[in-house]
């Protein structure tokens, strides 16, 4: 059973940065495509970056220059950078990990920015 889990949520003040953690099960982080989403109630579930198994990455265009996707495969760890954070980042960010058909979620973790 592959298992995800996020860290590194919390409060912070618009401007500042988070750096949220994905720690996988296994070796899945080197072979399948990894990503991040968020969601805030009522809204679907957005991509905000992704990262395949080859090491391509993708953002959303509303975190590009600001977020930053990184995956360490010795750790198993899926990494994203948050940088200079706005109010509307603000959301329940989830771990993605998929291959094909194949699809693994964390619990979420809650990120907050407000002053």
């Known amino acids: 059973q592959v298992q995800l889990v996020e860290s590194g949520g919390g409060l912070v003040q618009p401007g500042g940065s988070l750096r949220l953690s994905c720690a996988a099960s296994g070796s899945i982080v080197r072979t399948y495509g990894m990503g991040w989403f968020r969601q805030v109630p009522g809204n679907e579930r957005e991509r905000v970056a992704y990262?395949?198994?080859?090491?391509?990455?993708a953002y959303a265009d509303s975190v590009r220059g600001r977020f930053t996707i990184t995956r360490d495969n010795a750790k198993n760890i899926l990494n994203l950078q948050m940088n200079n954070l706005k109010p509307e980042d603000t959301a329940v960010y989830y771990c993605n990990a998929g291959l094909g058909v194949v699809q693994y979620w964390g619990q979420g973790t809650q990120v907050t920015v407000s002053p």
């Open positions: 990262v395949t198994n080859v090491g391509t990455t």
